[in-house]
C-alpha cells in the first residue's frame, strides 16, 4: 500500500490553493465548544497539537519557539513586570513562560473557553505545566473584551495570545481600534502590550501589516517581530506596543540579565535570537510602510 494509505491526515487548509497535510498518530479529543471546534490529535511529526477551527494552535515539537518570542521579549522589555494580562493562551504555555520570571508577583488570564482550557490540562500537562497551579496565577473564564471593559486594574505587560481574528472566531471583536483603546486604558504607564499578530510569509503578510499600522494610532513605538514556526508551515508575527520601549532597541545586557534571572532554561530565546527577532526582510518593511487599511 502507498505510505501515505498508512496515515490517518490531518489538512490545514491555508487558503483555496494552498494545504498543509498532517499524518496523525491518534486523535485525543474532537468536539465543538459553543466558541470554536476543538482537536487534540499527536502528529507523527510535531508531536501532540491543539487545533482550534481548523488551525493550528500549537505543537509539542515547537511551542517553545512561539511562546518564548511571544512572552520574554516583552517582558525583557517592561520596566515592570509584576502584573501580566494574558488575553487568551488556552494551553496554559504563554502563562507557564510568564510565571518564568520571579519578577511577576500576578498573572491574570482570561480565556473564553473553559472546555479549551479544561481540555488542555487533560491532554496537553506539559504546556501549562506548574504553573496552572501557582499561586500568582488567577485563571478567569470568561470574554476577554467584556474583561477590558469591565476591570479597572491596570497590568505591566498584557500578552494577546488569541485566535486569528477571522470573521467568525470569538477573537474577531478583539481586533479594531476601539479595542486597541480599552487595552491601552490598561496598560501601566510605559507598559508593553504584545500581541500574536498573524503570518509573516510574503505571500500573507497583508493582515500583520494593517494591525501594526492600525495600533501606530495607539501608541509611540510599534515593531513587528517574527520567527519561522514549523507547525505553523508559516512564518509568524508578533507586535510589540510601548509609549516608552522600543523592543528593536532593546539592548543585550537588558536581555541577558533578564534571561539569566528566568526560572529553568530557555530553548530559543536570548539577545541573539532577539535580534534575528526583530531584523526584518525588505519585503516586510516595505509592506509594513505602506499607507492602507486600517481596523
Ligand atoms: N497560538 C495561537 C494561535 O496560533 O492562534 C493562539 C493560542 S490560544 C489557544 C488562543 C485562545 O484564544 C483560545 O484558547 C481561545 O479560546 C481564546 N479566545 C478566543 N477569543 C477569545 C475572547 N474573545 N476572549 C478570551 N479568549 C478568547
Redesign the pocket.
Known sequence: MPKTERWQWYVEEFSATEQHHHALEETYYSGK?P??SVAVVRSATFGKM?I?DG????SQAD?RI??ET?VHPALAAASDRSSVLI?????GA?LREVLRSPDVRSCTM????GE??AL?KRYLPEWGAAAWDDARADVVI??????LREREQTFGVIVS????PLPD??????FNGNVFRDIKARLADGGVYVL?ASTAGFHNMALHAKMARTLRGFFVHVRSFYTH?PA?DND?AFLACSDRSDLAALDPATIDAYVAKLRGENYFYDAETHRRLFALPLYLRRELAKAGETF
Open positions: 465548544t466558541f470554536q491543539l482550534l488551525d493550528t494552535q500549537s511551542e512561539y511562546h511571544l488575553l487568551g493562551g488556552g494551553e504563554t482570561v480565556d473564553i473557553d479549551v482550557v488542555s470568561g470574554d476577554a473584551l467584556a474583561f495570545d488569541l485566535t486569528e472566531s470569538p477573537s474577531h471583536p478583539l500574536q514556526v505553523f509568524w
